[in-house]
């Protein structure tokens, strides 16, 4: 093997075996280490980036939609916790407790937040009193802390961040509204700015969040075929409005309660990014998220004016707002390709002497491998382009792998042949529970989210009538 | 009283209950609330939208800079807090400890994060390996935990948001010098953005950072004549890089000890600018930070064409980047003057229809009372005139205030008259801590920054040859 791929031969294969893939990916492209609390991560200058990124757009889309960014406190009273029971059955196993600050013991033990429903749901009631105030829209950029068993970065782990909005509404009706408005929103944000096909639709009582009505999901088909839920939006109805008495003054002057939802999404989506577009070289960063969208290597550098024409052409892009960079190391260019390679930068661009001479450029884009000639002159349009390409052939290629993947299934052992053989399944249910734990148990397989559309007519584990049509996966 | 006093009355006068002030202000403004948790605070989106303001303008120097954004575990092993002696010292009685977590109590409590040195220290050491990994210089924005005992919203809280850039370089020259650009590049940001003036220098070994070789300051004169410290730098030397092993192999393939240095500004800063500028009507929020600079009310709202002029308006300022908003609620114009005024917008704009008609529109700056008439044609242009006129005078009103509030002192007594009246003391020092403690005993003020310029002859205290000239004051 030759100098080329001295870089793949570090990483584990993509095909055999995926999650040690994973593992060599984010640490070797430095997005990520371990932190030294088990189950924790430090987010590395070059992950981090692309979270500020995906802040970036995302926190576009709320301020464009008349969401309000505020924060509240870390540390939730235990018996906040308790007020709305199913909440606190499903987050209780899993909080970590302060019980001691300041030298002494604390009165009350206090939960590091898992989610905020509890506290902002306190904070709401004292701040609505009448229909004026409503709705209230408000969302946090945060940490929160869940402390799970086993952990993989960015995937799951104890510590992680977040966005969660949470509104309150005068009626059920506008609430379920929004918790379609914003599930649509992920939907949109997850196709153009991450490049990802996603399948929505509500979740089954099983799998809806501890304290909801009813819960929508964004799933995400990775690499191995496994599903990963990759963003949610939950309608409350009045569940938490009654623990946290969430009251307003309605136009006819009756006191009425309001009506809640919330939605979040999480530094998950950079695992999802890496396990949707990744390939046997490395990392695949969709252009809009990507810290470093255009790496420029100069070949000859130290012949005159090679140097200069690289940082030229860097600072003629970075006025254009793309996210350029010049590798000026003394690695050899050869290196610097499987670098840059692994760590996914879109896009390419060798200039030597010759190129400069002849007043051209060569980029290879990183979805592909053929090296291309262009005219300095247009290389800004010409960069553009290719990033607006290269995004849409993402997409493109994770959408073909997502239909090509997915399997009506009419019998459980058709299902557990797609899910072993990384298929999404496609599914009637009769809307049993024991049904649903029964696919679980033989496949390992859990219903992602509900299609919409109902054709299926048969229950693919009990074979009574069908009566929603389910998307089952393994799920992350 | 008038209709336009109305708010004023529910406001306490500034000049006599000053702290009622200030908690009227910021409570009523909708900037904070109280947290369920005694000494927490709720950002409320008001004065998120301040710290959002921050933290891009300051995010721009630092990336303008070079330093790359990161972000490391909220939860601190306690192990790691005790392996800088000072360190510990300093921090242990106020951290805020997680004992148990996933249900069971955990083998070694953690510390929610006071500051970060000790785990950043931590990670440094592993990733740091030769001269070629240096200087490493990462900042990361999040939420620190100190548990007070006495709390005012922004000024001292359990939980606080701020950044903290923490770096190591080679050598100890470089890392302080380090220390000192940042502490330029706060005092810059103090002065044009927040347009607050400050006195920037060397702290004490008394007030110094729990485990710094040198603290440097920025202290702000509030509004009474107290000092705010609004921004703090520390130089480490190897302190931290010795408990924690950051070691390089230098270019001569010896192995060293890196050299560390940290700095952090605050939601304090918010606290700043809100004693800093306010007067008896409220907030003054300074234009680069206000999240509404230009408040458009509209005159006869019903009449046909007036909120159609007033949104055009808006959407014209909107277009070039001003933060305009319009008030088309039923309150009275009356009404809505003192509400915005309350809330410290930098520029009002009143538009009825004659000013329609005659093309023209009205303004008044928060920062006097006048109105005055321009031309509607021109209005981009003249509101950006205007608030950069406001900026500069606001940093103008309190440069003066400051000055004029510098006392020399060269007697006890002398010291003491000058802080029971409200002004900050320069004075000689001998360098005993013994003086130093007097000082605060006799006052109730404490070294804020050791001037650069030592042109005193004797300490103010013992009357001994002064060592330096120091600023002390009454702080928060």
Tied chains: 1, 2.
Excluded at 42 to 49: L, Q
Excluded at 84 to 93: K, M, N, R, S
Excluded at 98 to 107: F, I, P, Q
Aim: net charge negative; proline share 4%; charged share 25%.
């Amino acid at each position: 093997m030759g100098k080329d791929t001295q870089f793949v031969k570090e990483i584990a294969d993509i095909e055999t075996d995926f999650p040690q893939w994973y593992t060599d990916v984010v640490l070797k492209t430095k997005l990520v280490d371990y932190g030294p609390v088990k189950g924790t991560m430090v987010i590395r200058p070059y992950g981090y980036a692309i979270w500020e990124n995906i802040q970036r757009e995302m926190d576009a889309r709320f301020k464009a939609a008349g969401v309000e960014n505020a924060y509240f406190p870390l540390l939730i009273p235990m018996s906040f916790m308790t007020k709305e029971a199913e909440h606190v059955e499903g987050f209780a196993p899993e909080v970590a407790v302060v019980t001691h600050a300041g030298g002494g013991k604390l009165e009350e033990p206090l939960v590091v937040r898992p989610t905020s429903e509890t506290i902002i749901g306190h904070m709401m009631g004292k701040w609505v009193e009448s229909w004026r105030d409503l709705p209230l829209r408000l969302n946090q950029w945060c940490n929160v802390m869940r402390w799970e068993k086993t952990t993989r970065p960015f995937l799951r782990t104890s510590e992680f961040l977040w966005q969660e909005g949470h509104s309150v509404y005068a009626t059920g009706e506008e609430a379920e509204q929004e918790t379609l408005r914003m599930l649509n929103l992920y939907r949109e944000f997850a196709e153009n700015v991450l490049c990802m096909p996603v399948l929505t639709g509500r979740k089954t009582e099983k799998e809806k969040f501890a304290g909801a009505v009813a819960t929508y999901g964004m799933e995400a088909m990775m690499h191995d075929g496994k599903s990963l839920q990759s963003g949610t939006t939950h309608y409350m109805g009045q569940n938490f409005a009654k623990a946290f008495n969430i009251q307003y003054t309605g136009k006819d002057g009756a006191l009425e309660y309001g009506y809640t939802m919330s939605y979040g999404v999480s530094t998950r989506l950079i695992g999802a990014i890496i396990m949707t577009h990744g390939d046997s070289r490395g990392l695949i960063l969709p252009p809009p998220v990507a810290p470093v969208q255009v790496i420029i290597v100069p070949i000859a550098m130290k012949k005159e004016g090679v140097l200069e024409a690289a940082n030229a052409l860097k600072e003629e892009l970075q006025a254009a707002d793309i996210r350029a960079k010049v590798d000026d190391t003394d690695n050899s260019p050869g290196w610097k390709y499987n670098e840059w390679e692994m760590k996914g930068v879109p896009l390419r661009i060798e200039l030597g002497p010759r190129d400069i001479e002849n007043k051209k450029f060569v980029a290879v884009r990183r979805d592909e491998t053929e090296k291309k000639e262009y005219e300095r002159a247009d290389a800004v349009q010409t960069v553009q382009t290719l990033l607006e390409q290269i995004s849409k052939n993402l997409f493109a290629i994770a959408k073909q792998r997502m239909e090509e993947r997915i399997l009506n299934a009419n019998t459980l052992p058709e299902l557990l042949y797609g899910v072993n053989n990384g298929y999404f399944i496609r599914a009637g249910w009769c809307g049993d529970r024991a049904c649903e734990d029964k696919v679980k148990e033989v496949a390992q397989a859990t219903a992602r989210v509900i299609d919409e559309h109902n054709d299926a007519q048969t229950c693919v584990c009990c074979g009574k009538k069908s009566l929603h049509t389910v998307f089952f996966a393994r799920a992350y």
